[in-house]
């Protein structure tokens, strides 16, 4: 027994978990024998010819079907044989005529002494014969047949499975049973195409992956990278294949293999264009990109927190060079900052923005945070397999001008790529105090002609809602807002905290073309002030 695993050959370097992760299979022991068509040969002997009767006594008969010879012409209708004229090409022509006979056999003649009967459908027995023929001194049954071959019918082994084992960076997830899709050829004889079994395992390696809320840990002096390793798993199957009774399973031998690196992004591979393939964020793209939303004319507030991601897929030690760029407000280069980080996992969170440069840190550049108009961030590093140099794009972050509010909001939101990111909202325009409650109404004793003594509350909750406006929308691409608008994790980011917050937006216009959109950003707070 032997599976053989399709290869997908345009794999990427990282799957998406919300694409469809499928593993196909085919097997050269799933059909133990083909089928072979029955051939059934009925000899009409002169001996046969000349004595049949038509007073209704000789009988033709294919399967339990009847046919009676006349004397008058051939009455394919009633399976009525004329026995005037030539005898033997009337029974073919009769025999063609009929549905039965022609929708399960083919019919020739041979040598003009005989007919074929061959099965269209594999491992079919016949029961072919003439009998009833006056010989003289009574009616006698006379069967002349000859067999060519034995009847097979088309085999695959019972209660044939694949049997496979879900692991994700090691650990078991689930079990798996996957039976193969058989359609047959026309003759039922053999298999139209190699049968596939095929395991379908994104919902159950979602399992796998989350992405957790991005540090905020402010660092002494350079910023930090932080290893998320649960925003990747490797995916793999260990595969084996099964026939017979529970009881008594056949086992053959197990292999194991190997998905892929799988992330979380919500990319659908039928429908998103190739310019959203995942590609980019791979070791082998030059260079290499992060898994980073913004476009790169987006303007951020000096105090708004942005994290780029990092894809390396290498799960040993190995050494960050990162260098970060500094720039006056006129564009002008004013320090150059490198420094190295040790790392050890496959998927990498860095603090990026302005937000995570320390003071210590500019003050031993000499840079003032509000001459700062412009910072780039660069990485290399060597891939300890292929010992290539790997280098990413630099990513440039673009300051307002002026500082941002201290009461604007920062939001962060879970994106298509599975990463945080933040977008900037403006102080807030209204904030209401909510107050829920369900009540009970009492009454002693409960009865139908007695008093109520009253309610009592059985639920109480207060909620605070506020309305705020994104902050300068024409700043964000389209895809920025779409993915925040649509997001199901967002968190308000508020004096170094996150706050939960329940969007209460039922729907909202993102784009049109030709007007400025204020777009509008409802959600809800636990009671308590900010």
């Known amino acids: ?180 899709q058989i359609q047959l050829t026309a003759d039922e004889c053999d298999v139209l195409t190699d049968p596939k079994i095929c395991l379908e395992v994104s919902n159950f390696v979602k399992d796998c992956l989350s992405t957790p809320l991005p540090s905020l840990a402010m660092p002494i002096g350079s910023p930090i990278a932080t290893a998320v390793p649960t925003m990747v798993s490797e995916v793999s199957l260990v595969i084996t294949e099964a026939y017979g009774a529970d009881s008594l399973n056949i086992h053959g031998k197990e292999e194991t293999y190997f998905i892929g690196d799988v992330i979380g992004a919500n990319y659908c591979r039928n429908l998103r264009a190739d310019n959203d393939r995942l590609e980019p964020y791979c070791p082998e793209s030059t260079p290499q990109q992060f898994l980073y939303l913004h476009d790169a004319d987006t303007l951020f507030c000096r105090n708004q927190a942005v994290w780029l991601y990092l894809y390396t897929g290498i799960r040993e030690n190995y050494l960050l060079n990162i260098t970060l760029g500094i720039y006056d407000n006129n564009g002008v280069l004013i320090a150059n900052f490198p420094y190295a980080l040790p790392v050890d996992a496959p998927m990498l969170e860095l603090q990026a923005s302005l937000y995570f440069y320390s003071d210590q840190m500019l003050d031993f550049l000499g ?27 630099e990513v440039c972050f673009n300051y307002y001008k002026k500082d941002c509010c201290d009461c604007d909001l920062q939001l962060v939101f879970l994106s298509s790529l599975d990463t945080f990111t933040t977008i900037m909202a403006k102080c807030p325009v209204e904030e209401r105090l909510n107050i829920f409650q369900k009540t009970i109404e009492l009454c002693e004793p409960c009865m139908p002609s007695t008093q109520s003594r009253g309610s009592t509350t059985i639920d109480s909750r207060s909620y605070i809602e506020l309305d705020t406006y994104i902050l300068n929308p024409q700043n964000y691409s389209k895809k920025v807002l779409r993915d925040f ?22 729907s909202q216009t993102l784009y049109q073309k030709g007007q400025r959109t204020n777009l509008k950003y409802t959600f809800r707070l636990p009671n308590e002030r900010l």
Not at 371 to 384: A, C, M, S, W
Not at 499 to 505: A, D, K, L, S
Request: overall charge negative; glycine content about 6%; some cysteine.
């Open 1 to 180: 027994m032997a599976l053989s695993i399709e290869v997908q050959e345009d794999k990427d370097c990282l799957l998406s978990a919300e694409d469809c992760l499928k593993v196909c299979m085919t097997s050269d022991a799933l059909v133990y024998q083909t089928g072979d068509l029955f051939e059934y040969y009925l000899y009409l002997l002169d001996f046969i010819v000349d004595h049949v009767s038509d007073m209704g006594n000789s009988i033709l008969e294919v399967d339990g079907v009847t046919f009676t010879f006349i004397s008058g012409a051939n009455n394919p209708s009633q399976n009525q044989i004329s026995i005037a004229g030539d005898i033997f090409m009337n029974i073919y022509e009769v025999l063609q005529a009929n549905w039965y006979v022609s929708k399960n056999y083919e019919v020739s003649i041979v040598f003009a002494s005989g007919i074929l009967f061959k099965h269209k459908v594999c491992g079919r027995l016949s029961a072919i014969r003439i009998y009833n023929i006056d010989a003289g001194s009574g009616d006698i049954d006379l069967v002349e047949t000859s067999l060519n071959g034995t009847p097979q019918n088309f085999g695959f082994y019972e209660n044939y499975r694949v049997l496979a084992c879900l692991f994700c960076d090691g650990v078991l997830i689930t079990e798996l049973i996957a039976y193969p």
């Open 367 to 393: 840079v003032n945070r509000s001459d700062i108009g412009k910072t780039t961030l660069q990485v290399e590093y060597i891939h300890p397999d292929t010992l290539a140099l790997i280098q990413t794009e």
């Open 485 to 506: 608008y649509a997001s199901k994790e967002v968190y308000l980011l508020y004096q170094g905290n996150y706050y939960t917050i329940i969007p209460q937006n039922q």
